[in-house]
């Protein structure tokens, strides 16, 4: 199992929308689970999107997170969980995923 924390919640750059709540996404076999902050500390369950595969590295920024598999890298909408491909991969090379400042 991996985890990723939702980054980029001032969201400044973006008006005339709400404030991105803070959230934890887990990828868990072949799928993304994602988990919002509820009422007090807790968190709870929101949203659930198939993978083709469990993920090697997590990136969640404001509404997209970046998923590395294996073989590709995909980009998800957290609103709609549609992926995009974003590029293929040497299946000998170990995806990794780090947010730029």
Do not use: H
Request: aromatic share 10%.
């Amino acid at each position: 199992k991996l985890f990723c924390l939702r980054s980029g919640l001032d969201n400044t750059d973006v008006q005339d929308q709400p404030p991105l709540q803070p959230g934890i996404c887990i990828s868990a076999r072949k799928k993304l689970v994602l988990y919002m902050k509820g009422a007090g500390q807790n968190f709870e369950q929101d949203k659930e999107f198939p993978t083709p595969e469990a993920a090697c590295a997590l990136v969640w920024y404001q509404s997209w997170i970046c998923v590395g598999f294996r073989r590709e890298y995909m980009l998800y909408s957290d609103r709609t969980g549609v992926p995009r491909d974003i590029c293929r991969l040497d299946s000998k090379v170990t995806p990794q995923l780090s947010l730029a400042p």
